[in-house]
């Protein structure tokens, strides 16, 4: 048989694809990006692994890696599963001709499916049903804009926009007034360069599959969605088969033709409440994430997908397949419920299900006609082993995902400054022997730009490199001083650069490479403006925070952002100036080779744990009960004790800070 390699194991249709394809007796290599969890890799059916480089972070050496297993295990077919892979691919498919066969649409194909604006324009064109959606290029264009019913989306043009050889994410939010939107506007006009405007539609999600063949359209499939991980839209968490309907059929096939697509293909829509009418939501030309259940139901595409591509069988015109199937991903109903405990979100217009209604639903392991994404008795550990891993995050452990085995871990501070800063105490040289002394392994030292030049950035960057070698890392930065007393840091900029408006600044950091957090944010009070778009959000501050415990407060309003589609991390800096700041905040990251490279991309991935003495706390924000318990007890009396202090003169308060020492020193040593 045949040898396949499937690639983004960390997705549900990629295991969906192993277990298909293993089961019919095909040799399948399953690839993931290095340092990340991919339950696919756990199959019984997997024979091989490939760990390449972040596809998102260098398309290039991503693509040379996959050729290079491909010629080495004389691989036939590569199938890649998600945006990750799919787009690189494309883009270097020649590099594969001749070695073996892509199952990918053409370029023009992908490009049409993976621009929203493109398939409302091609919805149109078609006559199909689609949200209002417009184009904005400019916070000018606003203006243009019909009267709008609140709340609209706000969502990028492309989930994934490639700049050179790296992926930038886009993002979905909901704006509920015009200030808001333009807040938001302005944000990912100033990250992406232009944005979609859709109005907002409550419904309930249909799907409708096929496998196009030349002008034929065929193995057609339908499902509606019973349940989504985030109430408010995302990916099903369960779903289930439901009879083909001669409507959802038609504008399916006429968007599909439309499109030129060839092989699998998918199209989502929502049956609007008030009307019934279906409303396109996207088009889908690669594999997507619910591929279990038309399999369960009887078409099973990936095989018909392999026989078509390498021995030329088309698939039949059309398979009698169940209805009524419902098939389910435990980790996804698990993080379902996750998110309803938080409870509706304020000014959410549509229907919210309850907690309680759908804990007992989702309780329940059985029912005629109930199956699993991912639990399987026949191939248990992948299942198994995503739920470990699900339960590990949230405990705000590391992950121990199988990629992890040969990664070790590297601990260092973030937010320092040196001589180099105007405020800075330590020259580099002694403030890295310091922390090669304290057992730290890397540092992102990000100066102030105010009294700096580029000739002496241009010095500073040198002497970082100077100090690192095979055991520590100096990473160069700088400090931003933004309008509105924000403050931006970047780490990782490799050369000068000046200050700017927020939203240009956090841009400008990656495009020069580097890993953009927004510090301090309450400094001067609780933020009152929209959240930054910054890589990451320092909600411990070492300098204004102590170094007992994090920002309580920041913290929850950090949490709920996250809940209404931001995706920064959440990070710990020490804010480090001078020998009286204790080295006792700091992170945590996973790297296969302690170089600044490693470092940035686990801190861009979110694969480090932000460590104080007595807690820990994961790049998502979580926190172990028991850590919470101890780290707000000692958040409290921070604050009780800070309040104290500013109520006496300072005589009083030099004589009461001195007794206090000896018990401050023994928190600071104790943990556990």
């Not at 400008?508 to 959000?537: E, M, T, Y």
Request: charged share 25%.
């Amino acid at each position: 048989m045949a040898r396949v390699l499937i690639l983004d194991g960390h997705s549900a249709a990629a295991l969906a694809f192993t277990r298909s394809l293993g089961r019919a007796g095909y040799w399948v290599a399953v690839g993931a990006n290095r340092g990340i969890f991919a339950a696919a890799t756990l199959s019984r059916y997997c024979q091989a692994k490939l760990e390449y480089p972040v596809s998102t972070e260098e398309a290039d050496v991503f693509t040379a890696a996959v050729a290079e297993f491909v010629r080495r295990n004389r691989i036939e077919l590569v199938v890649p599963v998600t945006d990750w892979t799919t787009w690189p691919l494309s883009r270097y498919r020649e590099r594969l001709d001749g070695i073996c066969r892509l199952a990918l649409p053409t370029h023009e194909a992908l490009e049409i499916a993976s621009d929203k604006y493109r398939t409302i324009e091609l919805a149109r064109s078609q006559n199909v049903p689609a949200p209002e959606t417009w184009l904005i290029q400019s916070v000018a264009h606003l203006h243009a804009l019909p009267e709008l019913s609140f709340p609209v989306v706000v969502k990028d043009r492309f989930s994934v926009r490639w700049q050179a050889d790296k992926a930038v994410f886009g993002s979905v939010a909901y704006a509920y007034s015009a200030a808001d939107l333009v807040r938001q506007v302005e944000q990912r006009l100033g990250q992406a360069g232009d944005v979609l405007v859709q109005s907002f539609v409550a419904g309930t999600g249909i799907g409708f599959s096929c496998f196009a063949v030349g002008t034929e359209i065929c193995l057609p499939f339908a499902w509606q969605r019973i349940r989504e991980i985030d109430p408010r839209g995302s990916g099903s968490s369960a779903r289930k088969s439901i009879a083909l309907d001669s409507n959802l059929r038609d504008l399916s096939e006429s968007l599909i033709k439309g499109a030129n697509f060839q092989g699998l293909a998918m199209v989502e829509y929502k049956r609007e409440l008030a009307t019934g009418q279906l409303e396109l939501m996207e088009i889908n030309g690669r594999p997507w994430g619910s591929l279990q259940l038309p399999i369960v139901s009887g078409i099973n595409y990936p095989l018909h997908m392999v026989r078509w591509i390498l021995e030329g069988v088309n698939p039949p015109r059309e398979i009698a397949y169940k209805k009524g199937i419902t098939c389910r991903r435990m980790v996804g109903e698990l993080t379902h419920l996750d998110n309803l405990r938080r409870g509706k979100p304020p000014q959410w217009p549509g229907p919210y299900p309850s907690f309680w209604g759908s804990l007992m639903r989702v309780a329940a392991p059985w029912s005629p006609g109930m199956r699993y994404d991912d639990l399987s008795l026949s191939d248990p550990r992948p299942g198994l082993s995503e739920i470990a891993n699900w339960f590990r995050i949230r405990l705000g452990r590391k992950s121990r995902g199988p990629s992890n085995a040969r990664k070790k871990t590297a601990r260092g501070i973030v937010h320092c400054h040196t001589a180099y800063s105007c405020d800075g105490k330590l020259n580099l040289p002694e403030f890295c022997r310091l922390l090669r002394r304290e057992g730290f392994s890397f540092v992102g030292i990000t100066e102030h730009t105010q009294g700096l030049s580029a000739e002496r950035y241009e010095a500073f960057v040198r002497e970082c490199g100077q100090q690192s070698d095979q055991n520590f890392v100096a990473i160069p930065g700088l400090e931003f001083r933004c309008e509105d007393g924000v403050e931006i840091a970047g780490i990782g900029i490799s050369r000068w650069m000046e200050d700017k408006r927020s939203d240009e600044m956090t841009v400008a950091i990656r495009s020069a490479g580097g890993f953009s957090i927004w510090v301090h944010p309450f400094k001067n009070g609780k933020w009152q403006g929209p959240f930054l778009q910054c890589d990451a959000v320092e909600v411990m501050n070492g300098k204004l925070d102590g170094v007992l415990a994090p920002n309580l407060a920041l913290l929850r309003t950090y949490k709920k952002q996250q809940r209404e589609g931001r995706d920064a991390h959440a990070i710990f800096g020490l804010d480090f100036h001078n020998t009286r700041q204790p080295l006792a905040v700091w992170v945590e990251c996973e790297v296969e080779a302690l170089t600044r490279e490693a470092i940035l991309a686990a801190l861009r991935g979110g694969h480090f744990m932000n460590c104080v003495v007595h807690g820990t706390m994961s790049s998502s924000g979580e926190i172990t009960a028991r850590d919470y318990a101890r780290l707000a007890g000692l958040r409290g009396a921070y604050l009780v004790w800070r309040s104290i202090l500013r109520t006496v003169p300072n005589r009083g308060r030099e004589l009461l800070v001195s007794a206090s020492r000896p018990l401050v020193r023994m928190l600071k040593r104790r943990g556990g």
